[in-house]
């Protein structure tokens, strides 16, 4: 049974499997008794029968230089212990000659007399029979040797003594079973009563608590009290991350769109027709920011989402810095910026998540060609770092950001120059990308005389 399928059971699955192994166990132990029961009807009465084999040999004597019986009662009474079998003997002197008896008795193949009694099974008149054969050595004068009594008896007491025995043990087997299994359910939710307690306490637990459940001393249980400890913690941070952005974004949107409704407002009431365009452009300007903002809020959301949700594939990376850079030539075609890539690795894959990748360089060169002169140069490169990993490289011969502001940048809403047009969440959506793949970001001096963006990202999986 999959655990994913629906009305699984973890007390249902352990109370099942431990029964079927109790199963296993009352197997084995039934054919342990059954071999019991069986080893101890045939010990009984084969000491019945050598007791009675014995009684026999005991009747036995010499007469005018013959053998001879006298069959003691006592022999008869030891038999009748079993008064629903059929009793056979035979009595054979030192020359193997019948005596008395049964003359046909079935014997053992090459049997040699010792005072020790010798059993064997044998079929006698189409029933199946335990014989003994019991010897004792003649030292007479006239009579001297072996002479031997037979004696064999059917086994229904046998069969019953042994059915008994097996039953009664059967029933005492099946009696411990059961308790174990009422033991076992008891136990069972006893040990899964911490896991009840959980569930009660999260059921009954109000959506603005933030306290962490009580630690356990259950060894086995305080890996999930710690885990859902740390799983409630991470959703309130995130939930205050969400409060802060959407406050700070709220924000920055009701002081452009006051500043746009400003400015409106000054426009309509203007009676000087000679300011009109000026109003217009600046109003146009901070639409554009405006419209950049929300832009910038929406990706930083979606990259802050995806880096919670995101699955990793392996992506080519070239091929992706290839295309945003066309891109982003083919939008500033009719500006005298001069755009160069250089790669120094093949093959260039990576595990990432192309979207949010996507907009983290988009943001890069954005940033460089915002922030850079008219003539600016803007290379971009794509490298091999220390520990195997890879740096994206942006070089640019803007203005640069200090080596004291540079921590200060990658804040959110973030604007190092007075009355900046940008949103100050750029370096910020870059930063959030890096963080999620496990790489890391870094401002430094360019080469061409500007900044340098090195974004730094792992080849293998966070």
């Given at each position: 049974?999959?655990?994913?399928?629906?009305?699984?059971?973890?007390?249902?699955?352990?109370?099942?499997?431990?029964?079927?192994?109790?199963?296993?166990?009352?197997?084995?132990?039934?054919?342990g008794?059954?071999?019991?029961?069986?080893?101890?009807?045939?010990?009984?009465?084969?000491?019945?029968?050598?007791?009675?084999?014995?009684?026999?040999?005991?009747?036995?004597?010499?007469?005018?230089?013959?053998?001879?019986?006298?069959?003691?009662?006592?022999?008869?009474?030891?038999?009748?212990?079993?008064?629903?079998?059929?009793?056979?003997?035979?009595?054979?002197?030192?020359?193997?000659?019948?005596?008395?008896?049964y003359?046909?008795?079935?014997?053992?193949?090459?049997?040699?007399p010792?005072?020790?009694?010798?059993f064997?099974?044998?079929?006698?008149?189409?029933?199946?029979?335990?014989?003994?054969i019991?010897?004792?050595?003649?030292?007479?004068?006239?009579?001297?040797?072996?002479?031997?009594?037979?004696?064999?008896?059917?086994?229904?007491?046998?069969?019953?003594?042994?059915?008994?025995?097996?039953?009664?043990?059967?029933?005492?087997?099946?009696?411990l079973?059961?308790?174990?299994?009422?033991?076992?359910?008891?136990?069972?939710?006893?040990?899964?009563?911490?896991?009840?307690?959980?569930s009660?306490?999260?059921?009954?637990?109000?959506?603005?608590?933030?306290?962490?459940?009580?630690?356990?001393?259950?060894?086995?249980?305080?890996?999930?009290?710690?885990?859902?400890?740390?799983?409630?913690?991470?959703?309130?941070?995130?939930?205050?991350?969400?409060?802060?952005?959407?406050?700070?974004?709220?924000?920055?949107?009701?002081?452009?769109?006051?500043?746009?409704?400003?400015?409106?407002?000054?426009?309509?009431?203007?009676?000087?027709?000679?300011?009109?365009?000026?109003r217009?452009?600046?109003?146009?300007?901070?639409?554009?920011?405006?419209?950049?903002?929300?832009?910038?809020?929406?990706?930083?959301?979606?990259?802050?989402?995806?880096?919670?949700?995101?699955?990793?594939e392996?992506?080519?990376?070239?091929?992706?810095?290839?295309?945003?850079?066309?891109?982003?030539?083919?939008?500033?075609?009719?500006?005298?910026?001069?755009?160069?890539?250089?790669c120094?690795?093949?093959?260039?894959?990576?595990?990432?998540?192309?979207?949010?990748?996507?907009?983290?360089?988009?943001?890069?060169?954005?940033?460089?060609?915002?922030?850079?002169?008219?003539?600016?140069?803007?290379?971009?490169?794509?490298?091999?770092?220390?520990?195997?990993?890879?740096?994206?490289?942006?070089?640019?011969?803007?203005?640069?950001i200090?080596?004291?502001?540079?921590?200060?940048?990658?804040?959110?809403?973030?604007?190092?120059?007075?009355?900046?047009?940008?949103?100050?969440?750029g370096?910020?959506i870059?930063?959030?990308?890096?963080?999620?793949?496990?790489?890391?970001?870094?401002?430094?001096?360019?080469?061409?005389?500007?900044?340098?963006v090195?974004?730094?990202?792992?080849?293998?999986?966070?």
């Amino acid at each position: 049974m999959s655990t994913t399928e629906a009305g699984y059971s973890l007390r249902r699955r352990l109370l099942s499997r431990t029964a079927l192994l109790l199963l296993v166990v009352l197997l084995v132990l039934s054919l342990g008794a059954w071999h019991y029961a069986r080893q101890a009807a045939d010990y009984s009465y084969d000491r019945l029968l050598s007791s009675a084999s014995l009684s026999v040999m005991e009747g036995l004597f010499v007469r005018n230089g013959r053998v001879d019986l006298d069959l003691p009662y006592a022999a008869l009474e030891m038999m009748q212990l079993a008064p629903d079998d059929k009793v056979f003997y035979q009595v054979q002197d030192p020359q193997g000659q019948w005596i008395t008896g049964y003359d046909d008795l079935p014997q053992p193949e090459g049997f040699q007399p010792s005072e020790t009694p010798f059993f064997y099974n044998a079929r006698y008149r189409g029933e199946p029979l335990r014989f003994v054969i019991q010897s004792k050595r003649l030292t007479e004068p006239a009579v001297s040797g072996w002479v031997r009594v037979t004696l064999g008896q059917t086994l229904n007491a046998r069969r019953e003594l042994m059915i008994d025995i097996l039953y009664k043990a059967l029933v005492a087997l099946m009696g411990l079973m059961l308790l174990a299994l009422a033991a076992l359910w008891f136990g069972i939710n006893r040990a899964l009563d911490p896991l009840s307690l959980i569930s009660r306490t999260l059921q009954h637990r109000s959506a603005g608590d933030t306290q962490p459940l009580a630690k356990t001393p259950i060894q086995e249980v305080s890996p999930l009290v710690d885990a859902i400890n740390s799983y409630h913690r991470r959703l309130l941070d995130n939930l205050e991350a969400m409060k802060m952005f959407i406050a700070d974004a709220s924000h920055q949107i009701r002081t452009a769109q006051s500043a746009t409704q400003a400015q409106l407002d000054i426009a309509s009431q203007s009676k000087d027709p000679a300011t009109l365009p000026r109003r217009l452009d600046t109003i146009r300007q901070q639409h554009q920011q405006l419209t950049r903002l929300t832009n910038q809020l929406l990706a930083h959301a979606m990259v802050v989402h995806r880096s919670d949700t995101q699955s990793l594939e392996l992506i080519d990376l070239e091929a992706l810095l290839k295309q945003l850079l066309t891109e982003c030539v083919r939008d500033h075609a009719h500006r005298d910026i001069e755009f160069a890539y250089h790669c120094d690795l093949q093959p260039a894959t990576i595990p990432a998540d192309s979207v949010s990748l996507r907009e983290a360089v988009r943001n890069l060169l954005d940033n460089a060609v915002r922030y850079g002169p008219d003539d600016n140069h803007i290379d971009l490169h794509l490298t091999t770092a220390e520990n195997r990993s890879l740096d994206i490289i942006v070089d640019d011969r803007g203005p640069g950001i200090p080596a004291h502001l540079r921590r200060q940048a990658l804040q959110r809403f973030s604007r190092l120059a007075a009355g900046g047009s940008g949103s100050g969440l750029g370096l910020s959506i870059v930063q959030s990308v890096a963080d999620a793949h496990g790489g890391a970001l870094f401002l430094e001096n360019s080469p061409l005389g500007g900044l340098r963006v090195r974004l730094n990202l792992p080849r293998g999986s966070r």
